[in-house]
């Protein structure tokens, strides 16, 4: 067996990886709560009251995506 030291850029790697994953998540929650609230068919008040709250959720999943995949193809490029 041999020894295999973890380098700087595998935990880069796998922590845009983490990142990434965080931000598909938090995406998919922002995709099932209008999904929701389309379906529950809310007044337009409350509608623009369930889309303001989330968009900012949305925005913020996509930026942790997006610097998660940065992180990864930095890291591929470096290794």
């Known amino acids: 067996m041999g ?6 850029f595998d935990i880069v790697i796998w922590s845009g990886a983490a ?3 965080l931000g598909l998540v938090g ?6 709560r209008v999904g929701r609230a389309k379906r529950a068919k809310l007044d337009d008040a409350q509608m623009r009251a ?11 999943a996509l ?3 997006v ?7 930095v890291g591929i ?3």
Do not use: R
């Open 50 to 60: 369930v889309l303001k709250s989330a968009i900012p959720m949305n925005l913020g």
């Open 63 to 65: 930026f942790l995506s």
């Open 27 to 32: 995406l998919i929650w922002c995709i099932v």
């Open 77 to 79: 490029f470096l290794a």
């Open 3 to 8: 020894t295999e030291s973890t380098s700087v």
């Open 19 to 21: 990142l990434s994953l």
């Open 67 to 73: 610097i998660g995949l940065m992180m990864v193809i």
